[in-house]
C-alpha cells in the first residue's frame, strides 16, 4: 500500500508539473523575478512540484535573478507555490521568496547604467533584439546614461531594451543594464 501511495504521488507530481507548463498561461509577460529574503549564504530551493516534500532538481542562488514565472501559482498549506525557469532549471518555487523585478518601461527621467559587465570587458549594442543580430556599437563596462526607449522584446531565455546611448539607437540585453537615477 505504501508503494501505491508513492507512485501516486510521483504520477501525480509529473502530471501537475507538466500540465502548469503546457497548458496554463504565464502570470506576467513583461516581468522577470528576482530571489528575495534567502540568507547571503544560502539558496532558494527549487522543487518538482509545489510543496516542500517534493524532490529538489535545483537552487537558486540568493542573488540570483532573471527567473520566470512559467505559469499559475498554487497554494498548497499556507504557502504558494510557482513554477518558475531559471539559467534552464524549471521547476516549482515558494513565491514567498520571490520579489518583481519588472523592467521599467519608458519611464521618464530614469537613466540607466552597464552592470555585470568586467571592466576590461564591453557590452555590444546590436541593431535587433537578440545575439543574431548585428553587434553595431559597444558600451564600456562603466557607461552611464542609457536611455530606454521601449518595451523589452523576449527572445529565447533573454529579455532585450532597445536604447539609446549619446548618438547610438540599438538594443541590449536587459541582464547589463539596471536604473542609474530617476528624477
Known sequence: MNQLKKFITIVLSLWLFLYSYTTMAKLSNDCLYRVSKVQTNDTLTVRVGPGAKYKKVGSIPSNGNHIEIVGYEIKVGRFFWVPIEYDG?????????????????????????V??????????????PGISYKKIYRLSSN??????????????RSRWFPIKYKYVKGWVNRRYIQEQDCL
Open 89 to 113: 532549471i524549471r521547476g516549482w518555487v515558494n513565491s514567498y521568496y520571490l520579489k518583481k523585478d519588472c523592467p521599467i518601461i519608458e519611464q521618464y527621467g530614469c537613466s540607466f547604467q
Open 143 to 156: 557607461a552611464t546614461g542609457i536611455e530606454v526607449t521601449g518595451r523589452s522584446k523576449k527572445v529565447g
Open 115 to 128: 552592470v555585470n559587465v568586467d571592466s576590461n570587458d564591453t557590452l555590444s549594442v546590436r541593431n535587433g
